[in-house]
């Protein structure tokens, strides 16, 4: 049997006196698309920065091929690292950077490649991306969508094995979430990249999904794929896929 | 009971405070000599602290200096000695003034930039953002800009002692009618190299104690007492730079100056 490439054993991490994640346990395959889906301020952002070592869990264990991150060797850790690419809710772009140095920031900080092979890698995915003319323009002067498209330029300029996506289309219209599903999934078939989405455009984010998680309360009450969440006998499944507010409360 | 609770907590906060911004520190100087090097960054927080602060420090410099002319001629005139007045603005100005008020001048235009804007990084992930590239956010943010501080605050200081020199000289000699020979010779005769290595020893170290408390505050944004995790935080961040940048400023002039008399 094939061993996941990332899997969450028992995770659990408290800010404070607010635990967050109660036990998480999920598996990611290599080359899938896991999406992650479930309640605003439920711990999905917390369960990506866990990958990306952005936050520590408390208990548990991240397993990585099977081993815990956390023993690997320090060269192996930074592999893994090297590896993965994160693309932000907010894009996080460097404002005092123009779009061309945003996207080569990862090669030109971390690589020894030299500056010709950076700019074809730069521009190779500009051109992908359909950012041709706007590499001399700063992150402010873009509009919302470009800015996506820019964020996931550099998220992809390192040829990454595993990408995390945290709710990539909040504040995009219909159409253009359309066209950021379309554009990972396009990417994802032709990197071959390991992608784990959180997301709340449901029902839309199930065309891109291979598996899919419901992070509840802390803990993934449902894993299984398209066809597996839309069939459902689960109340809160239901519930939660059909935005029904009587089911599935909000806090606020 | 709770006063001693609160006391002792305020203290175990000070202390931590104190040992996260020593290390803030470390791992900033010591991540200048790691390879790349990183020249044109250097290059630009030069630019930034030390060419855009210099209308500033003339400014001032040439104020301070005036000023100086002008209250030191009408007290020495009091004892007839109004010939010192070239030696009492020149030490005057290159032992205390010209390191003290070049550094808050320039903790005013440039070291408030560095923690509002390594603050809006902070709270808008910028900072993350690095992490999760590989790139280690103190030697991106904090390095360069101690070095371009330890450059820019050493020649600003060279230039407001200048010109304040020369201040002097406007209203001492040119407005009252010293005469403009033996204010010159005063300045000359009385400035010793230990004076101006004295200036520079306490510029040098200014510059590490503004570059660090303004970067520190900005870098920590989110740990800022009372501020929280958005504009506030970045609003208080910026203002404690300026505030402890100061006191710091200070403290440490004080500290130098009673080693070197």
Known sequence: MTLPLIQFVDIKKNFGANQVLKGVNLSIYKGDIMVVIGKSGTGKSVLLKHIIGLVHQDSGQLLIDGKPLHTLPKKERLFFKRELSYMFQENALFDFLNVFENIALPLTETSRDTRSIIEEKVTTRMVQLGLGPIGKKFPSQLSGGMRKRVALARALVTDPKVVLFDEPTTGLDPVRKKKVHTMIKEYQEQFGFTAVIVSHDIPQIFDLAQHIALLDEGKIIFEGTKDDILHSRSDTVNAFIRGDEQLCPTDT | ?261
């Open chain 2, 1 to 261: 009971m709770k006063y001693i609770e609160k006391l002792g907590g305020a203290t175990l906060g000070g202390v931590e405070s104190i040992g996260r911004i020593v290390l803030f520190f470390i791992s900033g100087v010591t991540r200048i000599f790691v390879r790349p090097f990183q020249a044109d960054k250097i290059i630009d927080h030069t630019w930034f602290i030390g060419v855009k602060s210099l209308f500033v420090i003339i400014l001032t410099g040439t104020f301070t200096g005036m000023v100086l002319g002008l209250q030191g001629y009408y007290s020495l005139v009091k004892f007839g000695s109004e010939a010192a007045l070239g030696s009492a603005v020149s030490l005057t100005i290159i032992r205390e003034l010209g390191p003290v008020l070049s550094a808050i001048m320039i903790t005013a235009r440039a070291g408030s930039a560095m923690a509002a804007e390594i603050g809006v990084m902070r709270i808008s992930e910028q900072i993350d953002a690095l992490k999760t590239m590989q790139i280690d956010p103190i030697r991106f943010l904090f390095s360069p800009r101690i070095m371009a501080a330890l450059i820019s605050f050493p020649l600003l200081t060279a230039i407001f002692d200048v010109v304040g020199i020369f201040g002097g000289y406007l209203t001492g000699s040119l407005l009252l009618g010293t005469n403009p020979a033996i204010y010159m010779d005063k300045v000359i005769q009385s400035v010793k190299m230990v004076d101006i290595a004295g200036g520079f020893l306490k510029s040098f170290v200014f510059a590490i104690v503004v570059t660090t408390i303004c970067c520190y505050r900005g870098y920590y944004t989110h740990l800022s007492t009372g501020g929280g995790y958005g504009a506030k935080g970045v609003s208080m961040a910026t203002t404690n730079s300026v505030v402890q940048s100061c006191v710091f400023i200070l403290i440490v002039d004080y500290i130098i100056t009673y080693f070197l008399v």
